[in-house]
């Protein structure tokens, strides 16, 4: 197929494929995601298929039409979450003893260790998101400060309507435009593990699931020792993909808890303080730099701050010049 036929759809960038067979659909598809059973319910027995995939560390983002209805049957996900996000049409989840009927209202989040059986009608075209099982539940683990008692499972709806939803999704978007367009913020360790810390924390925090109490449960505060021991780390590690939880685990309280105790005792949170020590070190690099071979927007990339523009105003606000004066020795 030509490359122009994939030009105006999500993530073109990214591999894709266009079939009409309906085995070679539900083979790559597979790859991605797990085996399934895939029946188109009506016509020839034929697809118009188009799928294209973009894996991410411990995140995936996939655009899927069969172009006919169809059932999906993938059993249980297992080591997987998925986020279906449907863009137009409308289809039937049915998870456990659940059923939903998703449109681009309402999206679906089925449990990994429950049975997964979909209906996609014609024109159910889905944004989706791929999350590593492990990877969110240890997140999860390290917002709460302790080991997981019982396995994550959200509701099955999503609402997209819902305020912290639609937040979630604008996270979700950001990295589809960086994808769609070739940015660079994939191609950063630093960022991809800022960005994938959003995601996760975000859709703890945002879809309501059976850790939702606790995760919005009032901290414990936290003693000065303990923040002395967090800024001290955050010190020391501060050019590493640090996350708020990372640095919980590492002096042992949970993360409600850290934040509690940097608002308390230093009238801030530990990433806008990761932040502040960030832009220091930017501030650093660019006051010895050579301005005829240094780009300002590479080296606040490798310090973690995704947004060109977001990053100028945060650093004319901290040091009352802007990044390339500094560099320019004024």
Not at 261 to 267: A, E, H, I, T, V
Request: with cysteine; net charge negative.
């Amino acid at each position: 197929m030509e490359e122009s036929e994939f030009v105006d759809l999500p993530l073109s960038h990214g591999e894709h494929i266009h079939t009409h067979d309906v085995e070679e659909a539900r083979d790559l598809v597979a790859r991605a995601f797990c085996a399934h059973q895939l029946l188109p319910l009506e016509g020839q027995g034929t697809l118009d298929a188009r799928f294209h995939s973009v894996r991410l560390g411990h995140v995936g983002l996939h655009y899927l039409d069969y172009g006919a209805e169809v059932r999906i049957a993938p059993g249980q996900l297992q080591d997987f979450f998925l986020v279906q996000m449907p863009l137009a049409g409308r289809a039937e989840i049915r998870c456990g003893n659940e059923t939903l009927l998703s449109d681009p209202h309402v999206a679906s989040v089925p449990a990994p260790d429950q049975d997964l059986v979909m209906r996609w009608g014609e024109g159910n075209r889905q944004l989706i998101l791929w999350i590593d099982r492990a990877g969110l539940e240890d997140h999860l683990s390290r917002m709460l400060g302790k080991r997981l008692t019982r396995p994550l499972r959200f509701d099955l709806g999503m609402d997209m309507n819902q305020q912290a939803i639609r937040s979630w999704r604008n996270v979700v978007d950001l990295l589809r435009r960086e994808v769609d367009t070739g940015g660079t913020l994939p191609a950063e360790p630093l960022a991809m593990t800022e960005l994938q810390r959003l995601l996760f924390s975000q859709l703890l925090l945002a879809q309501p699931n059976n850790y939702s109490a606790a995760l919005h449960s009032e901290p414990l505060a936290s003693a000065p020792k303990v923040i002395k021991q967090a800024v001290e780390l955050i010190d020391a590690h501060a050019a590493e993909p640090l996350t708020v939880e990372d640095v919980a685990e590492a002096v042992g309280i949970g993360v409600r808890a850290l934040q509690e105790g940097f608002r308390r005792y230093l009238d801030t949170t530990p990433m806008n303080y990761l932040r502040d020590v960030r832009l220091r070190r930017v501030r650093a690099e660019l006051e010895v730099a050579d301005p005829a071979t240094t780009n300002v927007t590479d080296i606040a990339m490798r310090w973690g701050f995704l947004h060109a523009g977001r990053f100028a105003v945060q650093y004319r606000e901290r040091f009352g010049t802007s990044p390339s004066e500094t560099l320019r020795g004024r």
